[in-house]
């Protein structure tokens, strides 16, 4: 019996070492998909609070690194501009804008849970072209109840699936 359990260890151990440590290369060279420039805007503040605001400006940092590199990981050559003057082709420019943007309640999910004190994120999306045309506009929006860098993530993932059906 105990010849049968150090066998089977042996062989779960180099199932392990030949195939579980692996990990899977990627396949497309970056810049294949093309050049993209990403402007985030962050929408009308007037009617938030300095607190809302800091998140929003918080958040939003957050989703522009993530935007850029999972762009890049999608196989564009993507960066970040500053203004919409900064873009000057080739390629395209991709304008995200805060629509809405509510940071939710730290609190209420940090100790109530289930939802309680959850933020929402709501942009608006423009494509334009090389020429400043535009290709494509589109909404989009979710709630999470982890917190406004979530649903940015979300965001950035849903409006990378959308670029890749329309380029």
């Known amino acids: 019996m105990l010849r ?4 089977f260890g042996l062989f779960i151990l180099f199932i392990a070492l030949t195939t ?10 970056p810049g294949a998909a093309g050049e993209i420039s990403v402007l985030s805007l962050r929408g009308n503040t007037s009617d938030m609070t300095q607190d809302q605001i800091a998140e ?10 993530d935007i850029i590199k999972q ?4 196989g564009y050559t993507a960066k970040l501009l500053k203004s919409r003057s900064d873009f000057s082709g080739p390629g395209h420019l991709l304008i995200i804008d805060v629509d809405k943007f509510n940071p939710g309640n730290r609190a209420a999910r940090a100790f109530v849970g289930f939802g309680a004190g959850s933020s929402s994120l709501d942009l608006n999306y423009q494509l334009l072209d090389s020429q400043k045309k535009m290709v494509s506009e589109w909404k989009d929006g979710v709630g999470s109840s982890k917190g406004g860098t979530y649903c ?4 950035n993932r849903n409006a990378i699936k959308q670029l890749q059906s329309k380029l």
């Not at 049968?4 to 066998?7: A, E, G, I, T, V």
């Not at 579980?20 to 060279?29: D, L, P, Y």
């Open 20 to 29: 579980g440590c692996n990990s899977a290369k990627s396949t497309f060279k």
């Open 4 to 7: 049968k359990s150090f066998l």
């Open 71 to 74: 762009l890049n990981r999608a």
């Open 152 to 155: 940015a993530q979300t965001l």
């Open 56 to 65: 929003l400006k918080r958040v939003g940092t957050w989703m522009d690194r």
